[in-house]
Every structure is written in structure tokens, then in C-alpha cells.
């Protein structure tokens, strides 16, 4: 039987931070999107390099509530509101991913919330 948990988000409770799906094979997680501004936003801000490492941060640590980290990750989505830094980003990245770097998809949008410049979900298996 399959088992789903729920992590809840730390900012509204309308949306979860992440989920864990069990399953025999082992475990699928889902992490939000995450967005490497100051919480609450109002605390001023911070360079895009700052924002990028923030965000993976994040990720990084909802995954170790559920039991995993960043080697469990198999794929990534990125949302930027500039490809113009995107070589900072990527070399972040690197350092978050130094071997087996999951599959990725990167895109520019309008604008995300909290006026953020990257928004990253991503994907990971725990085997069991």
C-alpha cells in the first residue's frame, strides 16, 4: 500500500513544502517550488547569488525532513525572470550537484512571487 506524507509549507498553509510518496521501490519526493528571498520579504534584499544558493538551500533541507538529500535528486525545474545571470546560476548549481546532476529544464517567465529572480522545484527518488 502506498503511503503519502505531507510536509507543510512554513508559509501557508494552503500548499504543502513537499511531499513523500512510499512506495516498494522506494520513495518519490516532491518539492515545491522554492524562492531564495528573505522570509518574511520585507527583510531587505539580496544579489541573485545569494537568492540561487538560498534556493538550493532550501531544497536541500526539505529533503532532510523527508529523509533524503541532493544526491536523491532526479530532476529539476527552474523558473528565472532573467536568462542574462543564468551562467551564475549554473555554476551554483555545480556546486550543489558536483557528480550525477539530475535531468533539468530552465525557462524565463514574466515575474514570480515575492518579486523573486529564481523559483526552483525539484524531484528526488529515495530506492528503499
Given at each position: 500500500?502506498?503511503h503519502l ?116 522545484d525539484a ?6
Amino acid at each position: 500500500m502506498d503511503h503519502l506524507k505531507h510536509l507543510p509549507s512554513p508559509i501557508a498553509p494552503t500548499f504543502s513544502e513537499a511531499l513523500r510518496i512510499d512506495t516498494q521501490a522506494g520513495s518519490w519526493i516532491f518539492i515545491s517550488g522554492q524562492v531564495g528571498v528573505p522570509l518574511p520579504p520585507d527583510k531587505g534584499s539580496v544579489t541573485f547569488e545569494q537568492e540561487v544558493r538560498t534556493t538550493f538551500e532550501r531544497i536541500r533541507d526539505s529533503l532532510g525532513k523527508l529523509g533524503a538529500d541532493m544526491n536523491h535528486v532526479v530532476s529539476t525545474k527552474t523558473y528565472l525572470t532573467d536568462l542574462g545571470p543564468y551562467a551564475v546560476f549554473s555554476r551554483i548549481r555545480r556546486e550543489f550537484f558536483p557528480k550525477n546532476p539530475p535531468t533539468s529544464t530552465a525557462v524565463q517567465v514574466a515575474g514570480l512571487l515575492l518579486n523573486a529572480k529564481i523559483e526552483i522545484d525539484a524531484v528526488a527518488f529515495l530506492p528503499a
